[in-house]
Structure formats: structure tokens, C-alpha cells
């Protein structure tokens, strides 16, 4: 399957269809999304956190729990949209902001850690990594929960790994991190949480003076 498909319906994913997005992410982890994402909670330090790429809202709603003050970022207004009626609905007062990890509208040193889950390539493109660098505070911290894998048995797990196969989403992610991070200013660390049906990636990225 070509890539330019991938990044195409990965765009409907994230924009026309993002209305889909809980369903689509239940269903292809088997009901263990959200624990994939919560696999970074641990790594963060606060108060502030910001989520880059926050999708439709959850880990928000996780961080506000934990007790963090989250400030969540993303590109799609589709996505904003979902997560506002979702922080509403849970009567959150998360700050919102629509742009690009390249182009952060934030001061410098403003954070403590910063958080993304599964994201697609851009959050290590170099200007998303200087960005991201510069924003952070002394010594904070970029938590990435970059992959996960089901680890049980049966037709249905079976078939989800076909199909993450198929769609190139079982390559290595990425097989240069630590190397690029380092490069931007980084000391990474990539550790594997295992869980009772599968195993998530979790890139710990800490910057450096």
C-alpha cells in the first residue's frame, strides 16, 4: 500500500472523518487505546502540560485527573472542535490553541513537558524539535508514546496486525530517534511498557543545557 494513500487517509482521519476517530482507535487496538495512551503519564513532570497533536480530547481529560495543568495543541479544527464539546461535557476549562509543533505559539521555557501520542512523522521533523526544545524549560521533559503492539492470540488479533502490516505501520518507529532527538538537544531514552495484551513505545526525550 503506498504511502501517499496512507498520508491521505490518514488526512480524512484527522479532518473529514475525525468525527470517527474514538471508534476507528477502539477498534484497531482492540479496546486498549486509551491505556497506550496513558503509558506516558508517569514520564511527566508539571504543572503545566503541553499535548501536541491532542486529538479529540482524552489524554487532556487524563491530565486535568492527574492533576496537571494541560494546554492542548493540533492542527485540525475538526479535532479542536470534538475536543472542546468533549472538555465541555466534562466541565474542563482546558486551554485550546489550533497550529503546527513547527511553528509553537507559545514563549520560550513555558513548560515543564510536553506529551504527544502516536503521532506521524512531523514530531521529529527538526523545526517540530526546536520548537519543542525551546518552549520546554530547563531540563523538561518530551514524552512520545510513538508505538504499541497487540500481543494476545486469535482471529481478531491476528487480522489487526495484518492490517497494520499491510498499511506500513509495523516499521520500526522510527529507527533513528534517539540519533535525531540527540541532534536536537535531547537525551532520549526509549522504553517498553508491557501490558496483559500488548506493548507500547514510549520515547523519554529530556533537554539539555
Known amino acids: ?19 470517527t476517530y474514538d471508534w476507528v482507535s477502539r477498534a484497531v ?32 481529560l487524563d491530565l486535568s485527573d492527574a492533576g496537571f495543568q494541560p494546554v ?10 470534538i475536543a472542546q464539546r468533549k472538555l465541555q461535557r466534562h466541565g474542563r476549562q482546558t486551554p485550546l490553541v489550533r497550529g503546527r509543533a513547527q511553528r509553537l505559539p507559545f514563549a520560550s521555557d513555558s513548560f515543564p513537558s510536553a506529551v504527544t501520542t502516536f503521532p506521524t ?13 525551546r518552549v520546554l524549560a530547563a531540563g523538561g521533559r518530551l514524552v512520545i508514546v510513538g508505538e504499541a503492539r497487540l500481543t494476545g492470540r486469535g482471529i ?10 499491510i498499511t ?8 533513528d530517534a534517539e540519533a535525531l532527538l540527540r541532534a536536537a538537544g535531547f537525551q532520549a531514552a526509549i522504553e517498553r511498557h508491557v501490558l496483559p495484551r500488548s506493548e507500547v513505545v514510549v520515547v523519554v526525550a529530556q533537554k539539555l543545557a
Open 1 to 19: 500500500m503506498s504511502d501517499r494513500f496512507i498520508r491521505f487517509a490518514f488526512h480524512l482521519l484527522y479532518n473529514e472523518l475525525a468525527w
Open 29 to 60: 487496538s482492540l479496546g486498549q487505546w486509551r491505556s497506550w495512551q496513558r503509558a506516558a503519564l508517569l514520564q511527566l513532570r508539571g504543572p503545566r502540560v503541553l499535548e501536541v497533536a491532542h486529538g479529540t480530547g482524552d489524554l487532556l
Open 72 to 81: 492542548g495543541l493540533d492542527l485540525s479544527p475538526a479535532m479542536g472542535r
Open 121 to 133: 512523522e512531523f514530531i521529529l521533523d527538526a523545526d517540530s524539535l526546536r520548537e519543542l526544545r
Open 156 to 165: 481478531a488479533v491476528g487480522f489487526l496486525e495484518w492490517l497494520y502490516a
Open 168 to 175: 506500513g505501520q509495523r516499521r520500526p518507529w522510527p529507527p
